[in-house]
């Protein structure tokens, strides 16, 4: 049951442009929604997150945005930069059961010089 | 540098045998879990321990089993690895923080297993 979906394998963008990288949810009782960036041969870290409560949270180059009538999110980077290759994982849990975390498959993101 | 770290990066096994993959933590987090990520899909959960508590996933197979001897470390066992479970086994540990904020993940870099 893959409760969170990333449609998009893969996205290229040149560097300095704006990254949008998709999420859709399918569970309307998640309460929290990350973001998890990998690099290779690292385990993914984490990037920056939102309540359900809020539409909007922006941390530096990085922002996202919730729309829950949608059950959508997206991560915006502005502007792009080379270091930011990477995959990013969406994930969404519970309040009541923050151990209960679900992933996306990941977008694998290429920023090109 | 507090870390997460797993042992070894890369296993190789053979159909039936039993292997063990192994985490250890400097963060001093309550919580440990574990991952089964395959080619292209999302990490799938297998199970946590929350302190000593044991928490299993349903469609988790009995094949796969973990202890917890102390806070530090976590084991991952697969009594009889089939071809279907190679795949990376990624850990990661967590403080809880309430209900009010997420608890933030923090995973190591995983071990790739190899069912030969």
């Known amino acids: 049951d893959q409760q969170v979906k990333q449609n998009s394998p893969s996205l290229s963008v040149q560097e300095g442009r704006i990254s949008i990288l998709n999420c859709d949810y399918t569970?309307?009782?998640?309460?929290?929604f990350l973001w998890y960036k990998k690099y290779p041969a690292e385990g993914p870290t984490f990037l920056i997150s939102?309540?359900?409560?809020?539409d909007k949270n922006e941390d530096g180059r990085f922002t996202v945005f919730l729309n829950k009538s949608a059950k959508h999110l997206s991560l915006h980077i502005v502007p792009s930069q080379p270091g930011d290759s990477a995959v990013y994982f969406c994930?969404?849990?519970?309040?009541?059961?923050?151990?209960?975390?679900?992933f996306g498959a990941g977008t694998r993101l290429t920023v090109k010089p | 540098d507090a870390m997460v770290i797993q042992n070894p990066r890369y296993q190789v096994t053979q159909f039936g045998k039993p292997v063990t993959l192994s985490c250890s933590q400097t963060l001093n987090h309550n919580v440990m879990y574990w991952y089964q990520q395959k080619s292209s899909q999302a990490p799938k959960l297998l199970f946590h321990?929350?302190?000593?508590?044991?928490?299993n996933e349903a469609d988790t197979p009995d094949n796969f089993q973990s202890r917890r001897p102390n806070t530090s470390f976590c084991f991952l066992d697969i009594r009889s690895p089939g071809l279907g479970d190679a795949a990376m086994y990624l850990c990661?540990?967590?403080?809880?923080?309430?209900?009010?904020?997420?608890?933030?993940?923090?995973f190591g870099p995983g071990t790739r297993l190899t069912v030969l």
């Open positions: 321990y929350y302190d000593k508590d044991f928490n």
């Open positions: 569970n309307s009782m998640f309460d929290y």
């Open positions: 990661a540990t967590s403080r809880p923080r309430g209900a009010l904020s997420p608890d933030t993940q923090y």
């Open positions: 994930a969404a849990s519970f309040r009541d059961n923050n151990n209960d975390m679900r």
């Open positions: 939102i309540s359900s409560i809020k």
